[in-house]
Nanobody
Framework: EVQLVESGGGLVQAGGSLRLSCSVS????????IGWFRQAPGKEREAVSC????????EYLESVKGRFTISSDNVENTVYLQMNNLQPEDTAVYYC???????????????????WGKGTLVTVSA
């Protein structure tokens, strides 16, 4: 069973940085995808970024390009989301999720990710 545990959320001022971690367990192979999603209060869930763990291919939400960087440590089985220049509109609960394969055109689609963590709260003050 795949299990995902997020950490690293917190309160930060606008312009600040946070690094989220997603600890991954349960995969018997190393060719899967990990995505980061977020949901702000009263809003729909939004796909933020996704990475192919095997070769590092990554995709980003347009509004976070140049500010967020997704990376994978395959020794530690952890995927990171480095978030710089955070803005109040980045405030949300951030979830990591996994899919058995990376597909650049599909990772945002409902149902593509098959396992989810419980989320970590990021709050950015103005």
């Amino acid at each position: 069973e795949v299990q995902l545990v997020e950490s690293g959320g917190g309160l930060v001022q606008a312009g600040g940085s946070l690094r989220l971690s997603c600890s991954v367990s349960g995969f018997s192979y190393n060719d899967y995808a990990i995505g980061w999603f977020r949901q702000a209060p009263g809003k729909e869930r939004e796909a933020v970024s996704c990475i192919s763990v095997s070769d590092g291919r990554a995709e980003y939400l347009e509004s976070v390009k140049g500010r967020f960087t997704i990376s994978s440590d395959n020794v530690e089985n952890t995927v990171y989301l480095q978030m710089n220049n955070l803005q109040p509109e980045d405030t949300a609960v951030y979830y990591c999720a996994s899919a058995p394969i990376f597909m650049a055109k599909m990772w945002k689609e409902d149902g593509f990710m098959t396992a989810w963590g419980k989320g970590t709260l990021v709050t950015v003050s103005a």
